[in-house]
């Protein structure tokens, strides 16, 4: 699949992110209302977040797609 990643800003103010695509996976990190973020499709109702840590790492968080707009 070819790039398909999407520009989205946080809809609501402290929106969670998860570890797995459900609401009761562990709470991953919060964002507030306006973060601009880039997602990637997954599956039905979820988007995943690929943010790299400092040390180069390379993390997975997933979001609801009604917590984030579209730019």
């Keep these: 699949m070819a790039n398909s990643s999407r520009k989205a800003t946080v809809r609501n103010k402290e929106v969670c992110?998860?570890?797995?695509?459900?609401?009761?996976?562990i709470i991953v990190?919060?964002?507030?209302?306006?973060?601009?973020?880039?997602?990637?499709?997954?599956?039905?109702?979820?988007?995943?977040?690929r943010p790299v840590d400092v040390d180069g790492i390379m993390n997975t968080e997933f979001i609801e797609e009604s917590e984030i707009k579209f730019n």
């Design 29 to 49: 990190k919060h964002y507030d209302k306006g973060v601009q973020l880039t997602v990637y499709p997954i599956i039905k109702g979820w988007y995943e977040l």
């Design 17 to 25: 992110t998860y570890a797995r695509p459900s609401k009761k996976a």
